[in-house]
């Protein structure tokens, strides 16, 4: 807070109302010292941080200049699905730029993308409307991107937007700012905050100052005084002293609450304090220390007791431990053996089931030999069980070879039915072949009868077609159809020349009619064109008249100016005069500012001393005062003995001689002081007059340049006029010669019309001619290709006659073929039914002996499963045998375990019996008994010491806080104080903050009226008006040459755009020259959208002059939206937009109009 503070000290230096710095530097001081004080010392926390409730902003103080400043430059604008746009960029330039292009093809929405690409959403200022309106109808995301520099550096600021398919509303979905080419904000709340940063303006400020919206002109006029007080103390940014106005007010309640709140707390703390001394807690402190020493005596005492007890008492517990050690391990051994036993037990009784296991499988091998002794009765096979696998093994094979024997014989049977049946197939397509043969034989004797009659048809048709033709090749006098297309071929080319000859008779119609449009187009144009240049010139007479008049009225203005700037130097004269200081020197501000640098620094010398002296005599009196006292009882105030009155008398005498001299210099420092405050004023006041005398020197410069730039444009309007007069003499002999020339033409053009009439009837003759021509040789081709086919399909008839009779001579063969097939067939097939009956007796034969080999086979089968399961059972007796000499074994084993464990018991039981158990546990008791009486008494002990403890804690914590109320107490009276101190020096600057605020909205409002005048008079043209003016209430008041007012809404369309647009530029030149931000530098470009909607012409090129002006005075870019062609023509740059009618997607292009050139002087 400290550093702030001292920091915002740092800034006062440059303020222009040193009286108002020096009021405000002191209250400062004050606070910055009283703060120093507290540091290092506990605070309260308060309600409303005191930075916050301090946060003063002397940068509002700004120094007046009419000079020139570093703009903002537009350098380019990126434009993605906005309004009628789908993807557009365009560069600007310094100077004018003008867009131009018809009602509703995008201008507007150009400027609005510059706007949105700064404030994003917060652009979108229209009641009821959103970003997603702004959004293309055929894209789902818009994006308004600018390139501009500002202060030296190149920023790049972005904002895209995209529309949600569920919602259809639309949010921000990337924003970012970067600068020389570095990110360095991201998101539209960081992004947004950095342009307001970067620009000194929000989107309402922006609106206000340099961007003039469409229908949005005369928003200044017509707000209410209230509302236009609003709009432009924002734009200079006073409506912030306001703001810490109600600050400082809030924070004087907020300190007035804090140091009630103190009080009331300081007034608890002291009679809480009273409180806890009533009963004298030291004395208390003391007496329970000396009980405690005492208890803590008789605590050792018990616990050493404890301490012998409780080893008698673990000894004999040893002791019956070990006796309970010895009873345990034969309870184990005990139960071990009985755990023994019944193992042995376990082990026989699986014995014994295992003999029964082994008997059922004995019975299971006799049963199983004798049904194989049965089995073996109905085969005659010898020693079957020894060969028992082989002999299955040969059955089997045996089997299995009858078997394929009877499926070998079935399948012979099978094939031979089959072939069978392909014979008496066989019949029954004999026979129908035999009957389809016949059918086709007579088939083809009926075609050959049809085909000889066809013949004689054909052959008399050919004789006809020859006569015709032949009929047509006379006519024509060709021999042959060959001839007659030659003839045909001579016709189409003689046709197709006379065509050539009458187009090409016809173009040249078309082209001299062509040319003498052309002719009569010029003419047209070079007639308007000197209609055009006769309005001009009379224009430009008008406007000469005007410059000669303006340059009269700027003369006088500069003699006028001159003459106040004289006198106001010789008052300047005479105010440093009355300080004594040398007028021979140039008196410059710098001058000024040094005396008072110098006088300031004398004011606070005597100011210190002054405090000094104040303060040593304060001290004296308080001496005195005391030293009186002692006077009176009789004590000398220096060695503290009791003295004489003359001893006294003499030592007071001394401080009072000094107090006189104190006194006497103090008056002598006053007197200085006053006189030095005199000379500050006499500065002060200089500086104000020298203020206005820079005034007058700015006006004075600016007419002068005004002048220049009234010379230039007289020049130019001379010469102009010249052209004019040049232009309209070759522009009428350029009508002459077109004239003579278009005369010419009309004569050529009759004559070839008449040619080209001749040449039409000639071709529609001929044309007719080839036609018949054609016609007659497309007939008789026709009939001669019908003809050539005629004589074809004779050919081709007896061709099928001769193939007819020679299939009927094939049919008649295959008859016989079939009929010697039959009877082979009918041979065979007694063949096979023979051969049937032999198979079918052999199959039977087969079928018996298969039937005898399998039930030998299947007998044999179930002796080798037998013997197989008397082999297992005596493998399962021999396992059996095993496991009873395994259980034998276990049995031995527990035996002699039961043995050795009867042994140690035996042993256990007499080492036992040595041991008086009963004896060790009424020892026991008795030692358990004792410790429980010096634990009782031991508690006992501890309860009172306890008691002691917390009565001692309860003391020391009385102590603490008797200690802490006082260095509280103290704290509190301190800050109570403190307080009261701040709140004076807050409400001085609230006081103070009302005055600055009065200072410079006057100053403000002086300003403003001149620049408003200034450049009212340049847009005037035979204006009924002689000057407009602002108040300090900010009405707004125009006032007619006979000195009666007029309230602006009373005047026409075309008065109050031109008032509006007056009132803009001069706030926005106020901004310019440093009112209303922190620096004056990188304001934006000024931007108009239509502002000549109510100007007739003449206003218009006033328009013009105007933002020459602004360029001379260092408008760096001016960006106009406009339908109106001088404004166009009068353009540094101008751009046209044109929107497709059948997409509605607007394009921008730059055009060569504009860059008249104009004797403009270099900004």
């Not at 003391?286 to 005492?294: D, G, I, M, S």
């Not at 006799?366 to 085969?379: C, N």
């Not at 200085?672 to 500086?687: D, M, R, S, W």
């Amino acid at each position: 807070m400290l550093i702030l503070i001292r920091l915002m000290l740092t800034h006062v230096v440059a303020e222009h109302r040193m009286q108002i710095v020096m009021k405000m530097t002191l209250i400062l001081q004050i606070i910055l010292l009283k703060l120093e004080m507290r540091v290092g010392q506990r605070s309260l926390k308060p309600r409303m941080p005191l930075i916050w409730m301090m946060n003063i902003n002397i940068g509002l103080l700004w120094t007046i200049s009419d000079r020139g400043w570093d703009y903002m430059k537009i350098e380019k604008l990126r434009i993605n699905g906005i309004r009628s746009y789908l993807q557009q960029s365009i560069t600007f330039e310094d100077g004018v730029t003008v867009i131009a292009g018809p009602n509703g093809s995008g201008k507007s929405s150009m400027l609005e993308s510059i706007f949105i690409a700064l404030y994003g959403s917060n652009a979108i200022v229209d009641p009821g409307q959103k970003i997603v309106d702004l959004i293309n109808n055929d894209s789902n995301h818009s994006r308004a991107a600018l390139t501009f520099n500002h202060l030296g550096s190149e920023y790049e600021i972005s904002n895209e937007y995209r529309i949600n398919s569920r919602t259809r509303n639309a949010s921000n979905s990337m924003s970012f700012l970067k600068q020389d080419g570095i990110p360095v904000a991201e998101q539209f709340r960081n992004t947004y905050e950095a342009i307001k940063g970067i620009l000194k303006m929000d989107e309402h400020a922006f609106r206000n100052c340099v961007y003039i919206r469409q229908g949005e002109i005369d928003i200044l006029i017509n707000a209410s005084p209230q509302e236009r007080q609003r709009m432009i103390d924002d734009l200079l940014q006073i409506g912030r002293l306001e703001e810490y106005a109600n600050r400082s007010r809030s924070a004087l309640t907020s300190i007035n609450r804090m140091g009630n709140n103190v009080k009331s707390l300081l007034d608890d703390k002291k009679s809480n304090l009273q409180t806890l001394n009533e009963n004298d807690p030291q004395l208390q402190m003391n007496e329970l220390l000396t009980k405690e020493k005492a208890i803590k005596a008789k605590i050792g005492d018990i616990n050493k007791k404890k301490d012998t007890v409780n080893e008698r008492i673990i000894e004999t517990d040893n002791k019956i431990k070990e006796y309970e050690s010895i009873n345990s391990d034969i309870q184990n051994l005990v139960s071990k053996n009985n755990g023994l036993t019944n193992l042995k037990k376990d082990h026989s009784g699986k014995i014994s089931q295992i003999n029964e296991s082994i008997k059922e499988k004995y019975q299971k091998i006799d049963e199983k030999k004798t049904e194989i002794a049965d089995l073996k009765k109905d085969i005659d096979i010898e020693d079957i069980e020894t060969n028992i696998d082989e002999v299955v093994s040969d059955l089997e094979a045996k089997t299995n070879r009858m078997s394929n024997d009877v499926t070998r014989i079935e399948g012979d049977i099978s094939t031979k039915k089959t072939i069978s049946k392909s014979i008496n197939d066989g019949f029954k397509r004999n026979e129908d072949t035999e009957k389809k043969t016949n059918e086709n034989i007579s088939a083809l004797n009926k075609q050959i009868e049809g085909d000889t009659k066809d013949i004689i048809d054909r052959e008399a048709d050919i004789t006809n077609d020859q006569e015709s033709i032949q009929k047509i090749l006379d006519s024509y006098k060709a021999s042959t159809i060959d001839d007659f297309q030659a003839v045909v071929k001579k016709l189409d080319i003689d046709v197709q020349d006379k065509l050539e000859l009458k187009t090409q008779t016809e173009k040249e119609v078309n082209t001299i009619e062509a040319d003498i449009h052309g002719y009569n187009i010029q003419i047209e144009t070079i007639e308007e064109s000197i209609t055009k240049e006769n309005e001009k010139k009379v224009s430009d007479k008008a406007r000469l008249v005007t410059v000669n008049r303006d340059i009269e009225s700027t003369n006088k203005k500069i003699t006028e100016l001159k003459e106040q700037c004289l006198l106001v130097k010789n008052e300047i004269e005479a105010h440093i005069l009355k300080i004594g200081r040398n007028t021979s020197k140039e008196i410059t501000k710098d001058y000024l500012k040094e005396i008072q640098k110098d006088l300031n620094k004398k004011q606070r010398d005597l100011c210190t001393s002054e405090s000094k002296y104040t303060s040593n005599i304060a001290s004296i009196n308080e001496q005195i005062e005391k030293d009186n006292e002692l006077c009176e009882q009789g004590i000398c105030p220096t060695c503290r003995q009791k003295v004489d009155a003359s001893h006294i008398q003499h030592g007071i005498d001394e401080r009072v001689s000094k107090r006189k001299e104190y006194e006497a210099k103090l008056i002598e420092v006053r007197n200085n002081l006053h006189e030095i405050e005199q000379h500050i004023g006499e500065v002060v006041t200089a500086l104000d007059v020298i203020d206005n005398l820079y005034t007058i020197k700015s006006k004075i410069e600016t007419s002068a340049q005004m002048l220049d730039l009234y010379g230039s444009q007289k020049q130019s309007i001379e010469e102009s006029i010249r052209s004019i007069e040049t232009n309209i003499i070759s522009l009428n002999e350029q009508k002459t010669r077109l004239i003579k020339d278009s005369s010419i033409f009309n004569e050529q053009l009759q004559q070839k019309k008449a040619d080209a009439l001749n040449h039409d009837k000639e071709y529609q003759q001929l044309k007719n001619e080839l036609t018949t021509a054609r016609n007659s040789l497309a007939s008789s081709t026709s009939m001669d290709g019908t003809i050539k086919l005629k004589k074809s399909e004779i050919e081709g008839l007896k061709k099928n006659i001769g193939k007819a009779r020679k299939d009927i001579n094939g049919f008649e063969k295959d008859l016989r073929d079939l009929d010697k097939e039959a009877k082979e067939l009918n041979s065979q097939l007694n063949e096979i039914n023979a051969d049937i009956k032999e198979l079918n007796a052999s199959l039977e034969d087969a079928n018996k002996l298969y039937t005898q080999t399998k039930v030998v086979y299947d007998s044999v089968k179930k002796i080798q499963k037998m013997l197989r399961d008397i082999a297992d059972l005596n493998n399962g007796i021999q396992l059996d045998n095993t496991q009873i000499g395994t259980h034998n074994a276990n049995i031995k084993n527990c035996e002699s375990q039961i043995l050795e464990n009867s042994e140690r018991i035996q042993k256990l039981k007499q080492k036992i019996g040595e041991i008086d158990i009963k004896s060790l546990e009424d020892k026991k008791d008795k030692f358990e008994q004792v410790w429980d009486i010096l634990v009782k008494n031991l508690d006992a002990v501890n309860a009172e010491n306890n008691e002691v403890q917390k009565n001692i804690g309860t003391i020391q914590e009385k102590l603490k806080t008797i200690k802490k109320l006082d260095k509280e107490i103290t704290y509190l009276d301190r800050k109570l104080k403190y307080l009261n101190s701040i709140a004076k020096d807050i409400e001085t600057l609230r006081n103070t903050y009302t005055i600055v605020r009065s200072e410079l909205r006057s100053k403000n409002i002086n300003t403003l009226n001149k620049y408003i005048n200034e450049m009212f008079s340049l847009m005037s043209i035979d204006s009924a008006y002689s000057h407009i003016l602002l108040d300090n209430d900010y009405n707004m008041t125009v006032y007619k040459k006979d000195g009666n007012p007029l309230d602006p809404k009373q005047l026409s369309g075309g008065e109050r755009a031109i008032l509006n647009i007056v009132f803009r530029c001069a706030i926005y030149r106020l901004l310019a020259v440093g009112f209303g931000s922190e620096s004056s530098q990188g304001l934006p470009p000024i931007i108009f959208d239509e502002p000549t909607v109510f100007l007739d012409t003449d206003h218009v090129r006033q328009l013009i002059q105007l933002l020459d002006t602004m360029k001379i005075i260092g408008v760096g870019q001016v960006i106009v939206v406009s339908h109106d062609e001088t404004l166009i023509d009068a353009a540094d740059q101008v751009y046209r937009v044109q929107k497709d009618s059948s997409t509605n997607i607007s394009r921008i292009y730059r055009t060569s109009e504009g860059n008249i050139k104009r004797a403009l002087p270099s900004a």
